[in-house]
């Protein structure tokens, strides 16, 4: 049995405690939030017996295992550290940090410590994009030539100001680049290849949040576009936007053209409408839709509240027992890179070398 501590009680921190509660092999003994009320109540809502003031006493106890990283991004790196040093294997949210710099400490930490650590990258564990993954590797569309992802949603701008939040603050890592983007670099390089070069725009749609009777200037990016080119030299181009006025749910399309063929993911599994995969070819031009299989994983994982969250667990456990495991602080800090090369292309007007 592995017993796992908690930091953070925002929805992306307390999104997996439900499959961690069903994980059979895992057992949530501590959690703490920068907010002890916010940790003394999801506590009581989850049933964890032990809330602790601050993540350095949740990372100090003796009888954790696991740390899991939810908290602001701002405070990834710091949390990684204690973690690390407190020879507590790890889970971290993505995007990782703040900046590159961050990540190289994070990365060397782990490995100074020796503790199997995991980036929550869970997008590489969705049927669809296993599937797709599968056939690019199999030959399916020959030598990929462009990759095209756009996802446009709707938290339209309107009359109505949004609560002020972490989220809307730059220097906390708020933003969907971090937040949407960096699954869909991630999704790339494990789909394909590294990114070689970017070229990228951020834009704030939404200008204000409701503050404390006030409004405050929100900072973070609401829309992204990145255009780059792979080591593989396929060329890529990501769209996203989570303030735009369009059709309730997902928007989102993933479509890889390759010498051979085009594939398309049309949809988003997590949504109610779901995601198809349909497949192409230079002799078949229309458009045909692929069984989608289910993924492998443990009868652990598969029995747990979300599966996916469940195989990040799997791998974990793999990694704690020697094995060598993905995504990792690794992963995370390449997708950083991408990162910070967008914003520094943002700010120049320039296309950035990834090295």
């Known amino acids: 049995m592995y017993k796992i501590g908690i930091i953070g009680t925002s929805w992306a921190a307390k999104s997996p405690i439900p499959t961690f509660k069903t994980y059979k092999g895992i057992e949530i003994t501590a959690i703490c939030s920068g907010n002890i009320?916010?940790?003394?109540?999801?506590?009581?809502?989850?049933?964890?017996?032990?809330?602790?003031?601050?993540?350095?006493?949740?990372?100090?106890?003796?009888?954790l295992d696991i740390i899991y990283i939810g908290s602001p991004v701002h405070l990834h790196s710091k949390m990684v550290l204690e973690a690390a040093q407190s020879k507590k294997?790890?889970?971290?949210?993505?995007?990782?940090?703040?900046?590159?710099?961050?990540?190289?400490?994070?990365l060397s930490a782990v490995k100074k410590y020796k503790v199997a650590n995991i980036t929550a990258f869970t997008m590489r564990h969705f049927n669809s994009h296993q599937l797709v993954k599968k056939l690019i590797a199999n030959g399916k569309i020959g030598d990929p030539i462009h990759v095209s992802i756009n996802d446009f949603r709707g938290i339209?701008?309107?009359?109505?100001?949004?609560?002020?939040?972490?989220?809307?603050?730059?220097?906390?890592?708020?933003?969907?680049?971090?937040?949407?983007?960096?699954?869909?670099?991630?999704?790339?390089?494990?789909?394909?290849?590294?990114?070689?070069?970017v070229f990228g725009q951020l834009k704030s749609i939404n200008k204000y949040a409701a503050h404390k009777n006030t409004r405050k200037k929100i900072t973070s990016d609401d829309l992204f576009t990145i255009n780059g080119t792979l080591v593989n030299n396929a060329t890529i181009s990501i769209n996203c936007s989570v303030s735009t006025n369009t059709r309730l749910g997902s928007n989102r399309q993933i479509q890889i053209f390759g010498t051979k063929g085009s594939l398309l993911i049309d949809g988003d599994e997590l949504s109610p409408a779901g995601a198809k995969v349909l497949f192409s070819s230079s002799s078949s031009?229309?458009?045909?839709?692929?069984?989608?299989?289910?993924?492998?994983?443990?009868?652990?994982?598969?029995?747990?509240?979300v599966p996916r969250f469940g195989l990040m667990i799997d791998k974990l456990i793999e990694g704690i027992k020697g094995k060598e495991l993905s995504p990792n602080i690794n992963d995370g800090l390449v997708c950083q890179k991408v990162i910070d090369a967008v914003q520094l292309a943002n700010i120049s007007g320039k296309i950035i070398k990834i090295k």
């Open 37 to 63: 009320k916010n940790a003394d109540s999801c506590a009581k809502e989850f049933n964890i017996p032990y809330v602790e003031k601050n993540y350095k006493t949740l990372c100090a106890r003796d009888d």
């Open 89 to 106: 294997h790890i889970i971290c949210e993505k995007p990782l940090a703040l900046n590159v710099d961050e990540g190289e400490k994070m």
């Open 285 to 305: 031009p229309i458009m045909k839709e692929i069984n989608i299989p289910q993924i492998k994983m443990s009868r652990a994982a598969k029995n747990s509240t």
């Open 156 to 197: 339209p701008h309107s009359n109505v100001i949004p609560e002020y939040r972490w989220w809307f603050n730059k220097n906390q890592g708020g933003g969907i680049l971090g937040a949407m983007g960096s699954h869909f670099i991630d999704l790339t390089r494990y789909m394909l290849d590294d990114f070689s070069s």
